[in-house]
């Protein structure tokens, strides 16, 4: 599949996220902003992520409810703090962690943060990077 122009298009004329397309100066600074990834994402600019790096997850633990853990459930997290990065979206995962850190633990909280990742708006609407080329040719074959 192409690049899709007139996606691109409508995106810029009707700055869906008020972004800041219209004041833009120029090609430049569309491209800065709709590269962008966001401090603080909506909706809009947001994806699962697929693997996250085990110190996420470490940072994640509430130390007072890692303390509460049995022997077994503590030996097990170890072993998965190990492996560099871990998909917590796979079930086997989401159960073992769900197991340790119940419904309203602050650690299981923090870990549901984790699971999505701030992305840009063009990433979000599929494209790899929006470059002041492609807005060029875009005006080209969209006047």
């Known amino acids: 599949m192409g690049f899709d122009y007139q996606l691109l298009k409508t995106e810029l004329e009707t700055d869906p996220l008020l972004l800041g397309y219209v004041g833009a100066a120029n090609d430049t600074v569309l491209t800065n902003l709709i590269n962008a990834i966001p401090v603080l994402?909506?909706?809009?600019?947001?994806?699962?992520?697929?693997?996250?790096?085990?110190?996420?997850?470490?940072?994640?633990?509430?130390?007072?409810?890692?303390?509460?853990?049995?022997?077994?459930?503590?030996?097990?997290?170890r072993a998965l703090l190990s492996m560099g990065s871990v998909n917590i979206q796979r079930p086997i995962t989401r159960l073992v962690l769900g197991g340790m850190f119940g419904v309203g633990t602050g650690t299981r909280d923090n870990l549901k943060e984790l699971q999505l990742i701030a992305i840009s708006r063009a990433e979000f609407l599929g494209f790899p990077r929006v470059t002041a080329g492609d807005i060029e040719r875009m005006r080209v074959r969209l006047p």
Not at 44 to 53: D, N, V
Not at 55 to 75: G, H, M, P, Q, R
Request: no cysteine.
């Open 41 to 77: 994402p909506d909706a809009g600019q947001q994806k699962m992520r697929k693997e996250t790096p085990t110190w996420e997850i470490f940072e994640a633990v509430v130390k007072s409810e890692y303390n509460t853990l049995s022997t077994n459930d503590k030996n097990l997290l």
